[in-house]
């Protein structure tokens, strides 16, 4: 069975940085591109990020500069480190596949709250 688990959000102040996990099970990572989405409360989810398989990354211009995508194929694993979060960077962070036709269901997602 094809799931997704996120983790490594928090709390944190502006200015300041996490590292987000994306551990991938099944056919649903390896040799596809990956990507990381946000929802925000009351807005629909938009694509911060994404890699493909052999590590062309693709950011989202809101956070262009301050987040890098990362991905070990190796471990079905894939990373987002953020930097120089901003207020309008809370949202509840996911990863699947870039691709509708590649996605599985949608995990629990991980909390980033940016606030003083």
């Known amino acids: 069975q094809v799931q997704l688990v996120e983790s490594g959000g928090d709390l944190v102040q502006p200015g300041g940085s996490l590292r987000l996990s994306c551990a991938a099970s099944?056919?649903?990572?390896?040799?596809?591109?990956m990507a990381w989405y946000r929802q925000a409360p009351g807005k629909q989810r938009e694509l911060v990020a994404f890699i493909t398989s052999g590590g062309t990354t693709n950011y989202g211009d809101s956070v262009k500069g301050r987040f890098i995508i990362s991905r070990d194929n190796a471990k079905n694993m894939m990373y987002l480190q953020m930097n120089s979060l901003k207020p309008e960077d809370t949202a509840v962070y996911y990863c699947?596949?870039?691709?509708?036709?590649?996605?599985?269901?949608w995990g629990q997602g991980t909390q980033v709250t940016v606030s003083s």
């Open positions: 099944g056919s649903i990572f390896s040799g596809k591109s």
């Open positions: 699947n596949a870039l691709t509708f036709q590649y996605r599985g269901s």
